[in-house]
């Protein structure tokens, strides 16, 4: 099956502090999502981005599919950013529509 | 628009026993989702429904676990004779098709003693 890797698995920063995290996948993909999930497991969307750029204030992430890849950039951390990342990808099967989620990287603000 | 709601947030049983979860989607989402996550891990897809029509079921759904969509609407999923290590949050997904983006409920987490 697709192998879904995020990286870095942790990542401690101090507050206004800006970070990239990665996702790689190893198949072509119809869709890819971000997810931010808090401390009370609920997981709250980012991104829909299958290609290309899109940017919600302080977030912003990038899809370069012909790579593999996707990225998400946090600028200016807030403590509220804490909390585990997780992308997740859907195969460019047809009929396939189950997420495959990474590994995730979890994000600690330091204030 | 209300978001995916599940039912109950939390349920603690014993060995043995049966247990269902509730789900209702963000309404006009005709597709719906159940992901099972352990600690530590990142979600794992169990099935989903296009409607009322269960459409693909994964390895990790064994045969105690059962799940429908009776109208098209809510579903519902039952784990028989739970076991220790049926122990996870349970997570419910719907989405429009298309666009497939999936929204999230808040989960149920069951501890199985």
């Known amino acids: 099956g697709i192998q879904v890797e995020q990286s870095p698995p942790d990542l401690i920063l101090q507050e206004g502090a800006n970070s990239t995290l990665r996702c790689n996948f190893s198949?072509?993909?119809?869709?890819l999502q971000w997810f931010h999930q808090n401390p009370w497991g609920q997981l709250i969307n980012l991104f829909y981005?299958?290609?290309g750029t899109k940017q919600n204030g302080r977030l912003s992430a990038t899809t370069v599919a012909t790579e593999r890849y996707s990225l998400l950039y946090i600028s200016s951390s807030q403590t509220t950013d804490s909390g585990v990342y997780f992308c997740?990808?859907?195969?460019?099967?047809?009929?396939?529509?189950?997420?495959?989620f990474g590994t995730g990287t979890r994000l600690t603000i330091i204030p | 628009d209300t978001g995916v709601s599940q039912d109950p947030r939390h349920k603690i049983t014993k060995r043995g026993q049966n247990v269902t979860f509730r789900c209702d989607p963000i309404?006009?989402?005709?597709?719906l989702y159940w992901y099972r996550q352990t600690l530590g891990q990142g979600p794992e897809f169990l099935t989903y429904?296009?409607?009322?029509?269960?459409?693909?079921k994964s390895r990790l759904l064994s045969d105690r676990f059962s799940a429908e969509r009776p109208k098209g609407s809510f579903s519902t999923l039952e784990i028989q004779r739970t076991e220790q290590g049926d122990s996870a949050m349970y997570l419910c997904?719907?989405?429009?098709?298309?666009?497939?983006?999936?929204?999230f409920g808040p989960g149920t987490r069951l501890t199985v003693l």
């Open positions: 997904a719907s989405s429009k098709s298309p666009p497939r983006e999936q929204y």
């Open positions: 198949d072509s993909v119809n869709n």
């Open positions: 981005i299958p290609s």
């Open positions: 997740a990808v859907v195969l460019s099967n047809f009929g396939n529509e189950k997420l495959t």
């Open positions: 309404s006009e989402h005709n597709r």
């Open positions: 429904f296009q409607n009322e029509a269960q459409l693909e």
